[in-house]
Protein backbone atom coordinates (compact mmCIF):
# COMPACT_ATOMS: atom_id res chain seq x y z
CA UNK A 1 0.00 0.00 0.00
CA UNK A 2 0.89 3.81 -0.50
CA UNK A 3 0.50 6.19 2.09
CA UNK A 4 0.62 9.87 2.18
CA UNK A 5 -0.02 13.04 4.56
CA UNK A 6 -3.33 14.21 4.22
CA UNK A 7 -2.29 17.75 4.63
CA UNK A 8 -0.98 18.93 8.09
CA UNK A 9 -2.86 16.68 9.78
CA UNK A 10 -0.30 14.67 11.08
CA UNK A 11 -2.59 11.65 9.80
CA UNK A 12 -0.75 9.18 6.79
CA UNK A 13 -4.18 7.70 5.24
CA UNK A 14 -3.79 4.85 2.41
CA UNK A 15 -3.70 6.22 -0.89
CA UNK A 16 -6.71 4.13 -1.91
CA UNK A 17 -9.43 4.31 0.76
CA UNK A 18 -12.67 2.90 0.96
CA UNK A 19 -15.99 4.70 0.10
CA UNK A 20 -18.81 3.06 2.58
CA UNK A 21 -21.50 4.15 1.17
CA UNK A 22 -22.48 1.03 -1.50
CA UNK A 23 -21.91 -1.53 1.27
CA UNK A 24 -25.08 -0.12 2.58
CA UNK A 25 -27.37 -2.83 1.22
CA UNK A 26 -25.32 -5.80 1.91
CA UNK A 27 -25.34 -8.88 4.29
CA UNK A 28 -22.76 -8.74 7.34
CA UNK A 29 -21.07 -11.66 5.82
CA UNK A 30 -20.10 -9.43 2.97
CA UNK A 31 -19.42 -6.60 4.78
CA UNK A 32 -16.83 -8.53 7.02
CA UNK A 33 -14.98 -10.31 3.77
CA UNK A 34 -14.80 -6.81 2.46
CA UNK A 35 -13.08 -5.03 5.79
CA UNK A 36 -11.05 -8.09 6.30
CA UNK A 37 -9.78 -7.78 2.79
CA UNK A 38 -9.04 -4.58 2.76
CA UNK A 39 -7.44 -4.28 6.27
CA UNK A 40 -5.07 -6.62 4.80
CA UNK A 41 -4.28 -4.56 2.07
CA UNK A 42 -3.44 -2.17 4.43
CA UNK A 43 -6.44 0.32 3.34
CA UNK A 44 -6.51 2.56 6.85
CA UNK A 45 -9.44 5.14 5.79
CA UNK A 46 -13.25 4.61 5.60
CA UNK A 47 -15.83 6.85 5.00
CA UNK A 48 -19.04 6.39 6.34
CA UNK A 49 -21.20 9.17 5.62
CA UNK A 50 -24.31 6.94 5.64
CA UNK A 51 -26.75 7.51 9.25
CA UNK A 52 -28.93 4.55 8.76
CA UNK A 53 -28.70 2.67 12.10
CA UNK A 54 -28.51 -0.85 10.62
CA UNK A 55 -26.05 0.32 8.38
CA UNK A 56 -23.70 1.06 11.03
CA UNK A 57 -24.25 -1.52 13.26
CA UNK A 58 -23.15 -4.05 10.28
CA UNK A 59 -20.16 -1.86 9.47
CA UNK A 60 -19.32 -1.64 13.40
CA UNK A 61 -19.36 -4.74 14.11
CA UNK A 62 -16.62 -5.47 10.98
CA UNK A 63 -14.83 -2.35 11.98
CA UNK A 64 -14.62 -2.94 15.42
CA UNK A 65 -11.65 -5.51 15.40
CA UNK A 66 -9.34 -2.93 13.67
CA UNK A 67 -10.29 0.03 15.09
CA UNK A 68 -6.87 1.37 15.92
CA UNK A 69 -5.44 0.66 12.64
CA UNK A 70 -8.00 2.93 11.07
CA UNK A 71 -9.18 6.92 10.33
CA UNK A 72 -13.02 6.78 10.65
CA UNK A 73 -14.39 9.70 8.27
CA UNK A 74 -17.72 10.63 9.79
CA UNK A 75 -20.11 13.32 8.73
CA UNK A 76 -21.63 15.95 11.18
CA UNK A 77 -25.35 16.72 10.09
CA UNK A 78 -25.75 13.49 8.11
CA UNK A 79 -29.00 12.51 9.71
CA UNK A 80 -32.53 10.28 8.60
CA UNK A 81 -35.43 12.53 8.01
CA UNK A 82 -38.75 10.52 7.22
CA UNK A 83 -36.21 7.61 6.84
CA UNK A 84 -34.35 9.51 4.43
CA UNK A 85 -30.98 10.02 4.46
CA UNK A 86 -30.23 13.87 4.21
CA UNK A 87 -28.58 16.70 6.16
CA UNK A 88 -29.76 18.86 8.85
CA UNK A 89 -28.01 22.16 10.52
CA UNK A 90 -30.44 21.56 13.78
CA UNK A 91 -27.60 21.12 16.21
CA UNK A 92 -29.83 18.79 18.51
CA UNK A 93 -30.11 16.58 15.42
CA UNK A 94 -26.61 16.49 14.58
CA UNK A 95 -25.23 15.65 17.77
CA UNK A 96 -27.77 12.76 17.88
CA UNK A 97 -25.77 11.04 14.89
CA UNK A 98 -22.82 11.69 16.13
CA UNK A 99 -23.34 10.22 19.30
CA UNK A 100 -25.07 7.51 17.59
CA UNK A 101 -22.36 7.22 15.38
CA UNK A 102 -20.12 6.56 18.39
CA UNK A 103 -21.98 4.30 20.21
CA UNK A 104 -22.27 2.07 17.44
CA UNK A 105 -18.76 2.32 15.38
CA UNK A 106 -17.44 0.80 19.25
CA UNK A 107 -15.47 4.15 19.80
CA UNK A 108 -15.51 7.48 21.59
CA UNK A 109 -13.67 9.96 18.93
CA UNK A 110 -14.42 10.09 15.12
CA UNK A 111 -10.53 10.75 13.89
CA UNK A 112 -12.03 13.16 10.89
CA UNK A 113 -15.64 14.85 11.72
CA UNK A 114 -16.74 16.30 8.38
CA UNK A 115 -19.35 18.72 8.10
CA UNK A 116 -21.73 17.45 6.05
CA UNK A 117 -22.45 18.74 2.00
CA UNK A 118 -21.33 22.37 1.71
CA UNK A 119 -22.71 23.41 -1.50
CA UNK A 120 -24.88 25.76 -2.01
CA UNK A 121 -25.31 29.16 -0.87
CA UNK A 122 -27.67 28.32 1.46
CA UNK A 123 -25.66 25.40 3.18
CA UNK A 124 -22.99 27.89 3.58
CA UNK A 125 -25.34 30.67 5.52
CA UNK A 126 -26.47 27.52 7.47
CA UNK A 127 -23.13 26.94 8.69
CA UNK A 128 -21.73 29.96 8.90
CA UNK A 129 -24.11 31.96 10.04
CA UNK A 130 -25.93 30.28 12.53
CA UNK A 131 -24.20 28.72 15.72
CA UNK A 132 -23.58 25.22 13.52
CA UNK A 133 -20.15 25.80 13.38
CA UNK A 134 -19.41 26.77 16.76
CA UNK A 135 -20.90 23.27 17.45
CA UNK A 136 -18.68 21.64 15.06
CA UNK A 137 -15.59 23.07 16.48
CA UNK A 138 -17.06 22.07 20.38
CA UNK A 139 -16.72 18.44 19.33
CA UNK A 140 -13.13 19.12 18.08
CA UNK A 141 -11.85 21.31 21.18
CA UNK A 142 -14.05 18.08 23.28
CA UNK A 143 -11.78 15.38 21.25
CA UNK A 144 -15.01 13.74 20.16
CA UNK A 145 -13.58 14.16 16.26
CA UNK A 146 -9.78 14.59 15.71
CA UNK A 147 -9.38 16.75 13.10
CA UNK A 148 -12.56 19.12 11.63
CA UNK A 149 -12.94 18.58 7.57
CA UNK A 150 -16.37 18.94 5.31
CA UNK A 151 -17.22 17.67 2.02
CA UNK A 152 -18.56 19.69 -0.73
CA UNK A 153 -18.66 18.89 -4.92
CA UNK A 154 -18.55 22.66 -5.82
CA UNK A 155 -15.40 24.65 -5.98
CA UNK A 156 -16.32 28.06 -5.55
CA UNK A 157 -17.91 26.96 -2.29
CA UNK A 158 -15.77 24.84 -1.09
CA UNK A 159 -13.01 27.78 -1.54
CA UNK A 160 -15.16 30.56 0.17
CA UNK A 161 -15.62 27.23 3.51
CA UNK A 162 -12.04 27.19 3.47
CA UNK A 163 -11.28 31.14 4.40
CA UNK A 164 -12.47 30.80 7.89
CA UNK A 165 -9.40 29.09 8.75
CA UNK A 166 -10.84 26.35 10.52
CA UNK A 167 -10.64 22.94 8.72
CA UNK A 168 -7.85 20.78 8.32
CA UNK A 169 -9.26 17.83 5.24
CA UNK A 170 -11.86 18.65 2.59
CA UNK A 171 -13.18 15.27 1.31
CA UNK A 172 -14.70 16.56 -3.03
CA UNK A 173 -15.59 14.89 -5.58
CA UNK A 174 -12.87 14.85 -8.11
CA UNK A 175 -12.36 12.99 -11.47
CA UNK A 176 -11.79 14.33 -15.13
CA UNK A 177 -15.32 14.78 -16.21
CA UNK A 178 -16.03 16.86 -13.14
CA UNK A 179 -12.07 18.48 -14.04
CA UNK A 180 -11.87 19.06 -17.71
CA UNK A 181 -12.88 22.14 -20.01
CA UNK A 182 -13.52 21.11 -23.26
CA UNK A 183 -11.00 22.95 -25.02
CA UNK A 184 -9.03 20.51 -27.26
CA UNK A 185 -5.48 21.22 -25.76
CA UNK A 186 -2.73 19.69 -27.07
CA UNK A 187 -0.86 17.24 -24.76
CA UNK A 188 2.51 19.26 -24.53
CA UNK A 189 0.78 21.69 -23.26
CA UNK A 190 -0.75 19.92 -19.99
CA UNK A 191 0.27 21.21 -16.95
CA UNK A 192 3.76 18.87 -15.96
CA UNK A 193 2.39 16.50 -18.49
CA UNK A 194 0.12 15.14 -15.79
CA UNK A 195 -2.93 16.80 -16.36
CA UNK A 196 -5.43 15.10 -19.05
CA UNK A 197 -6.84 18.67 -20.28
CA UNK A 198 -7.41 21.64 -18.95
CA UNK A 199 -8.35 22.03 -15.32
CA UNK A 200 -11.32 24.27 -14.40
CA UNK A 201 -10.26 27.73 -13.35
CA UNK A 202 -12.13 27.34 -9.72
CA UNK A 203 -11.25 23.68 -9.48
CA UNK A 204 -7.07 24.75 -10.18
CA UNK A 205 -7.42 27.51 -7.31
CA UNK A 206 -9.42 25.28 -4.92
CA UNK A 207 -6.54 22.32 -5.34
CA UNK A 208 -3.69 24.85 -5.04
CA UNK A 209 -5.31 26.49 -2.30
CA UNK A 210 -5.56 23.11 -0.58
CA UNK A 211 -2.09 22.40 -1.51
CA UNK A 212 -0.55 25.71 -0.48
CA UNK A 213 -2.24 25.73 2.75
CA UNK A 214 -1.81 21.85 3.98
CA UNK A 215 -5.41 20.94 3.66
CA UNK A 216 -5.47 17.61 2.87
CA UNK A 217 -8.23 16.20 0.14
CA UNK A 218 -9.82 12.93 0.29
CA UNK A 219 -11.73 12.24 -2.70
CA UNK A 220 -15.70 11.10 -3.58
CA UNK A 221 -16.80 10.09 -6.63
CA UNK A 222 -13.25 9.08 -8.37
CA UNK A 223 -15.52 6.69 -10.95
CA UNK A 224 -18.35 9.03 -11.66
CA UNK A 225 -20.61 6.52 -9.76
CA UNK A 226 -19.19 3.79 -12.86
CA UNK A 227 -19.91 5.99 -15.77
CA UNK A 228 -16.58 7.04 -16.69
CA UNK A 229 -16.16 3.07 -17.28
CA UNK A 230 -18.98 2.31 -19.42
CA UNK A 231 -18.90 2.46 -23.19
CA UNK A 232 -22.60 3.73 -23.40
CA UNK A 233 -22.17 6.30 -20.68
CA UNK A 234 -19.25 7.71 -20.01
CA UNK A 235 -18.35 11.54 -21.74
CA UNK A 236 -15.47 10.28 -23.04
CA UNK A 237 -14.84 8.64 -26.54
CA UNK A 238 -13.38 6.41 -24.84
CA UNK A 239 -14.45 4.50 -21.33
CA UNK A 240 -11.45 4.82 -18.49
CA UNK A 241 -10.64 1.34 -16.29
CA UNK A 242 -10.43 1.58 -12.49
CA UNK A 243 -6.94 2.59 -12.36
CA UNK A 244 -6.79 5.29 -14.45
CA UNK A 245 -9.43 7.29 -12.71
CA UNK A 246 -7.65 6.31 -9.39
CA UNK A 247 -4.59 7.79 -10.74
CA UNK A 248 -6.45 10.90 -12.36
CA UNK A 249 -7.79 12.05 -8.54
CA UNK A 250 -4.31 10.91 -7.16
CA UNK A 251 -2.64 13.66 -9.15
CA UNK A 252 -4.36 16.38 -7.72
CA UNK A 253 -2.71 18.71 -5.66
CA UNK A 254 -3.48 18.28 -1.90
CA UNK A 255 -5.21 14.51 -2.44
CA UNK A 256 -3.97 12.05 -0.29
CA UNK A 257 -6.65 9.02 -0.84
CA UNK A 258 -9.62 8.15 -3.60
CA UNK A 259 -12.39 6.89 -1.30
CA UNK A 260 -13.35 3.95 -3.81
CA UNK A 261 -16.91 2.69 -3.48
CA UNK A 262 -17.41 -1.31 -3.93
CA UNK A 263 -20.08 -3.53 -2.70
CA UNK A 264 -18.08 -7.06 -3.14
CA UNK A 265 -14.53 -8.27 -2.78
CA UNK A 266 -13.58 -8.23 -6.30
CA UNK A 267 -14.35 -4.91 -6.71
CA UNK A 268 -12.07 -4.25 -3.98
CA UNK A 269 -9.37 -6.10 -5.97
CA UNK A 270 -10.44 -4.04 -8.62
CA UNK A 271 -9.53 -0.80 -6.98
CA UNK A 272 -6.56 -2.72 -5.13
CA UNK A 273 -4.81 -3.38 -8.64
CA UNK A 274 -4.03 -0.11 -9.21
CA UNK A 275 -0.87 -0.35 -6.96
CA UNK A 276 0.67 -2.81 -9.13
CA UNK A 277 -0.29 -1.52 -12.51
CA UNK A 278 1.80 -0.22 -14.91
CA UNK A 279 2.87 3.45 -16.05
CA UNK A 280 0.98 2.62 -19.40
CA UNK A 281 -2.01 1.13 -17.48
CA UNK A 282 -2.54 4.48 -15.01
CA UNK A 283 -1.66 6.77 -18.10
CA UNK A 284 -5.24 8.65 -18.50
CA UNK A 285 -4.06 11.28 -21.43
CA UNK A 286 -6.34 9.49 -23.94
CA UNK A 287 -9.19 11.82 -22.58
CA UNK A 288 -7.53 15.36 -23.27
CA UNK A 289 -9.70 17.08 -25.40
CA UNK A 290 -11.82 14.34 -25.54
CA UNK A 291 -14.75 15.24 -23.73
CA UNK A 292 -17.47 14.36 -26.19
CA UNK A 293 -20.68 15.78 -23.43
CA UNK A 294 -21.05 17.48 -20.25
CA UNK A 295 -21.31 15.57 -16.97
CA UNK A 296 -23.22 17.86 -15.82
CA UNK A 297 -27.32 16.37 -15.70
CA UNK A 298 -26.19 12.97 -14.60
CA UNK A 299 -27.22 11.61 -11.78
CA UNK A 300 -24.11 9.88 -9.99
CA UNK A 301 -26.84 8.08 -7.30
CA UNK A 302 -25.47 10.01 -4.00
CA UNK A 303 -29.27 10.93 -2.89
CA UNK A 304 -27.89 14.28 -1.89
CA UNK A 305 -31.20 15.17 -3.49
CA UNK A 306 -33.08 13.42 -0.49
CA UNK A 307 -35.46 13.45 1.31
CA UNK A 308 -38.34 13.43 -0.59
CA UNK A 309 -41.36 14.58 0.38
CA UNK A 310 -43.16 11.39 -0.95
CA UNK A 311 -40.09 9.05 0.05
CA UNK A 312 -38.77 8.59 -3.67
CA UNK A 313 -35.54 6.80 -3.66
CA UNK A 314 -34.48 9.01 -6.39
CA UNK A 315 -31.38 7.20 -6.61
CA UNK A 316 -32.61 3.73 -7.48
CA UNK A 317 -35.22 5.26 -9.67
CA UNK A 318 -32.19 7.06 -12.15
CA UNK A 319 -30.23 4.03 -11.59
CA UNK A 320 -32.59 1.93 -12.84
CA UNK A 321 -33.68 4.34 -15.59
CA UNK A 322 -29.73 4.22 -16.93
CA UNK A 323 -30.38 0.28 -16.76
CA UNK A 324 -33.14 0.64 -18.96
CA UNK A 325 -31.62 3.39 -21.04
CA UNK A 326 -28.74 1.69 -21.89
CA UNK A 327 -30.66 -1.62 -23.11
CA UNK A 328 -31.80 0.41 -26.10
CA UNK A 329 -35.66 0.31 -24.68
CA UNK A 330 -36.09 -3.42 -24.30
CA UNK A 331 -36.06 -3.18 -20.33
CA UNK A 332 -34.31 -6.30 -18.89
CA UNK A 333 -36.70 -8.39 -17.04
CA UNK A 334 -34.55 -8.15 -13.53
CA UNK A 335 -34.43 -4.20 -14.05
CA UNK A 336 -37.86 -4.03 -14.38
CA UNK A 337 -38.40 -6.38 -11.38
CA UNK A 338 -35.87 -4.26 -9.36
CA UNK A 339 -37.54 -1.14 -10.49
CA UNK A 340 -40.90 -2.34 -9.53
CA UNK A 341 -40.07 -3.55 -6.55
CA UNK A 342 -39.44 0.12 -4.79
CA UNK A 343 -42.10 1.10 -2.50
CA UNK A 344 -42.32 4.53 -4.21
CA UNK A 345 -41.62 5.36 -8.06
CA UNK A 346 -41.25 8.03 -10.38
CA UNK A 347 -45.08 8.57 -10.68
CA UNK A 348 -45.24 9.17 -7.24
CA UNK A 349 -43.11 12.99 -8.21
CA UNK A 350 -45.13 15.49 -7.48
CA UNK A 351 -42.56 17.75 -8.85
CA UNK A 352 -42.11 19.91 -5.93
CA UNK A 353 -38.87 20.90 -6.74
CA UNK A 354 -36.67 19.94 -3.83
CA UNK A 355 -34.78 17.34 -5.37
CA UNK A 356 -33.46 19.86 -7.83
CA UNK A 357 -32.15 22.50 -5.59
CA UNK A 358 -30.68 20.31 -3.77
CA UNK A 359 -28.88 18.46 -6.41
CA UNK A 360 -25.14 19.18 -6.69
CA UNK A 361 -25.06 17.76 -10.61
CA UNK A 362 -28.06 19.83 -11.97
CA UNK A 363 -29.70 16.65 -13.12
CA UNK A 364 -33.03 17.07 -14.39
CA UNK A 365 -35.20 15.30 -11.80
CA UNK A 366 -38.80 16.08 -12.46
CA UNK A 367 -38.38 15.70 -15.95
CA UNK A 368 -36.43 12.27 -15.24
CA UNK A 369 -39.16 10.79 -12.74
CA UNK A 370 -41.73 11.86 -15.84
CA UNK A 371 -40.00 9.76 -18.06
CA UNK A 372 -39.58 6.51 -15.72
CA UNK A 373 -43.03 6.45 -14.92
CA UNK A 374 -43.69 6.56 -18.88
CA UNK A 375 -40.78 3.78 -19.40
CA UNK A 376 -41.81 1.17 -16.32
CA UNK A 377 -45.29 2.42 -16.56
CA UNK A 378 -45.65 3.29 -12.60
Known amino acids: MLYRELGKTGFHVSAIGLGGEHLCTRDQKTIDAVIGRMVEAGVNIVDL ?50 RDFLKRY ?66 FAINPAYDMIPTGTPLNEMIGGAIAGQLDPERRKLYEYCEANGIGITV ?4 GAGKLMDPAQTPFSVPLSVTQCIHYALSKPAVASALVGVQTVPELEEALRYLDASEEERDFSVIAGDLKESFRGNCMYCNHCLPCPKNIDVAS ?49 IANMKRAAEVFGR
Not at 61 to 79: E, N
Not at 124 to 152: A, H, M, N, P, W
Not at 320 to 334: C, F, K, N, R
Not at 350 to 360: F, K, L, Q, Y
Open 49 to 98: FMPEEDYRDKMGKGLAPYRQKMFLQGHIGSVLQNGQSSRSRDIKTAEYYV
Open 106 to 171: HTDYIDLGMVFFIDTEKDYQEVFETGFIDYCLKLKKEGVVRKLGFSSHMASTAYRALQHGVFDSMM
Open 220 to 223: MKSL
Open 317 to 365: VHKYLDLATVSGGQVPPSVREHYNALEHTGSDCIACGSCERACPFAVPV
